[in-house]
């Protein structure tokens, strides 16, 4: 059974700092990338956060330069660092394992995990 369990949200306030995690089960962690994605409440769900099989990053405009995605095959976790956090980075992330297997893809959600920005 395939298992992302997202963990590390909360409340922060305004230039504060959150680091989430998502610990995989399941799966062979280190052949999927994985991403973080957002939504907020009214908006449709956006990505965030990737990275590859071979540890190559990528990240929304909005999150450069403040959210740093890293993950730990030994531990088939990957986290997301946000920092200079903004009351528009409030919404629930969400974890997501992807890979083509055989050409097709397969693809895993975790429950997601709240986060709110606000003073």
């Known amino acids: 059974q395939v298992q992302l369990v997202e963990s590390g949200g909360g409340l922060v306030q305004p230039g504060g700092s959150l680091r989430l995690s998502c610990a995989a089960s399941g799966i062979s962690f280190s052949r999927y990338t994985m991403a973080w994605y957002r939504q907020a409440p009214g908006n449709q769900r956006e990505l965030v956060a990737t990275i590859t099989s071979g540890d190559s990053t990528d990240y929304a405009d909005a999150v450069k330069g403040r959210f740093t995605i890293s993950r730990d095959n030994a531990k088939n976790t990957v986290y997301l660092q946000m920092s200079s956090l903004k009351p528009e980075d409030t919404a629930v992330y969400y974890c997501?394992?992807?890979?083509?297997?055989?050409?097709?893809?397969?693809?895993?959600w975790g429950q997601g995990t709240q986060v709110t920005v606000s003073s």
């Open positions: 997501n394992a992807d890979r083509y297997l055989f050409g097709s893809r397969v693809t895993y």
